[in-house]
């Protein structure tokens, strides 16, 4: 589930939230160890609840996915209905291109749902917390198999968290500093096991959010399916880089950047980065790379993968020299 404003408000649910909340940003110190999902009750005994037996619940956004804060169990849950209100034709067009064009999984709505359950498992196998999961709880009116009911999460996201003045640089650059080699970890076993799903297809920095002092992930409704992980390691890096610079702004783009090559701890893993935006091994991924950086004028823009593709080499060089 995802989740997403200035700094000093609270984050804002959009259509790709699912568990949003306002709170100081004050995590506790993040661990590189396998931990548990956040907090909730536990129970695996079966139940089977009504919607429509929730009148006091909260539509948190409906487009592409419906969500729904509901209480649940002392306390809160978020429906995640993977239905939507988009037309079923549109599911069908984008499944074929994710399937036969761009080489992702399906976008089926019980494909996304089958998908992100089995990642949030795989991820939490290897110790990367995720929204909890109740897996136990039926709903007797939405679609079977089209819906998961998750802890509602009140933590702050990353692209929040990173842009509020009212915690100290300092603070948040430790922030960064113990992050990254949870990143590199993910990357490391993703590697190990060639196993595209530890990748994230939407990462960026809208996708992590800190809470009682771990790093929480969401969102894994869609992954690649490539068996090429490094490639896919690269991509998730630009990504995130990218985001940094469209989030934060010049002078917190160099400063995380920066902590970046410092604090990644694997330079070589850390090259896929400009590996997968200009000197792809795939021939015609490279050449194609080129005419789209040549030609495309939305790719001349600062913070375009390739530009910073290239930054990242210019650092990494630097810091090679020094």
């Known amino acids: 589930m995802t989740a997403s404003s200035p700094a000093a ?74 239905f939507g209100n988009r037309n079923p034709l549109l599911h069908w067009k984008k499944s074929f291109g994710n399937l036969f064009i761009t080489g992702r999984t399906g976008h089926l709505p019980r494909t996304r749902c089958k998908v992100e359950v089995d990642c949030v498992n795989l991820w939490e196998k290897h110790g990367f917390p995720c929204f909890k999961m109740y897996p136990e709880v039926k709903f007797s009116d939405v679609p079977e198999g089209g819906y998961m009911l998750f802890d509602y999460v009140p933590g702050i996201h990353f692209r929040t968290y990173f842009r509020d003045e009212t915690v100290s640089l300092e603070e948040r650059m430790e922030t960064w500093e113990k992050w990254l080699p949870i990143w590199h970890r993910r990357h490391k076993i993703a590697v190990e ?26 969102d894994f409704e869609i992954t690649f399916r490539s068996k090429d992980i490094r490639d896919l390691v690269g ?42 935006g200009i000197e792809n091994r795939n021939p015609v991924m490279r050449f194609f790379r080129l005419l789209d950086r040549t ?7 600062q913070y375009s993968k390739y530009n910073v593709a290239f930054d990242l080499k210019r650092r990494l060089d630097a810091a090679a020299l020094n």
Do not use: C
């Open 295 to 301: 030609f495309r004028s939305a790719n001349k823009k």
């Open 9 to 82: 408000e609270p984050d804002t649910p959009t259509q790709d939230s699912g568990h949003s909340s306002a709170g100081a940003p004050n995590p506790e110190k993040p661990m590189d160890t396998p931990a548990a999902s956040p907090a909730a009750p536990q129970s695996n005994k079966p139940q089977t609840l009504r919607l429509a037996d929730f009148p006091e619940k909260e539509h948190l956004a409906g487009h592409g996915n419906w969500l729904y804060k509901i209480p649940f169990r002392d306390d809160y849950a978020v429906l995640k209905i993977y």
């Open 235 to 276: 991509r998730e890096m630009l990504a995130y880089m990218r985001s940094i610079g469209k989030a934060f702004g010049d002078e917190m783009y160099d400063r995380m950047m920066d902590g970046i090559i410092k604090w990644y701890p694997d330079k070589a893993l850390l090259m896929e980065a400009y590996i997968h």
């Open 193 to 218: 096991l060639t196993e595209p799903r530890l990748i994230h297809e939407n990462g960026d920095m809208k996708h992590v959010m800190l809470w009682k002092g771990d790093f929480v992930n969401f």
